[in-house]
Nanobody
Framework: EVQLVESGGGLVQAGGSLRLSCKAS????????ISWFRQAPGKAREGLSC?????????YSEDSVKGRFTIFADAAKNTVFLEMKNLEPEDTAVYYC???????????????????WGQGAQVTVSS
């Protein structure tokens, strides 16, 4: 059974940093993609960053938030991280990770691509 568990959310002041974790179980990081999405109050969910590895060993990534957010994976821990720096109040949202297993490149932020979703982690940035 595939499961994704997010952690690392919380309250931070503007300009601060947070690192979100997405711990995956039920599959290995041989052929997968994991993306981070967020949904702010009253707004549609948006894709942020994607990382993946296809079954032929190629790696992929995609970012819609250039510069401030960085996605990376620790295959030994079956965990994908989202490092967020210089946070702004507009970054306040529930952050979700989602998995595509197996992975069909390229990375995409089309939500229907993802069969598995975490429960979400609240990030609140105060001004």
């Amino acid at each position: 059974e595939v499961q994704l568990v997010e952690s690392g959310g919380g309250l931070v002041q503007a300009g601060g940093s947070l690192r979100l974790s997405c711990k995956a179980s039920g599959f290995t990081f041989d052929d997968y993609a994991i993306s981070w999405f967020r949904q702010a109050p009253g707004k549609a969910r948006e894709g942020l960053s994607c990382i993946g590895r296809s079954d032929d060993g190629d790696t992929y990534s995609e970012d819609s938030v250039k510069g401030r957010f960085t996605i990376f994976a620790d295959a030994a821990k079956n965990t994908v991280f989202l490092e967020m720096k210089n946070l702004e109040p507009e970054d306040t949202a529930v952050y979700y990770c989602a998995a595509e297993v197996p992975f069909v490149p390229p990375c995409t932020f089309v939500e229907t691509t993802y069969d598995f979703w975490g429960q979400g982690a609240q990030v609140t940035v105060s001004s």
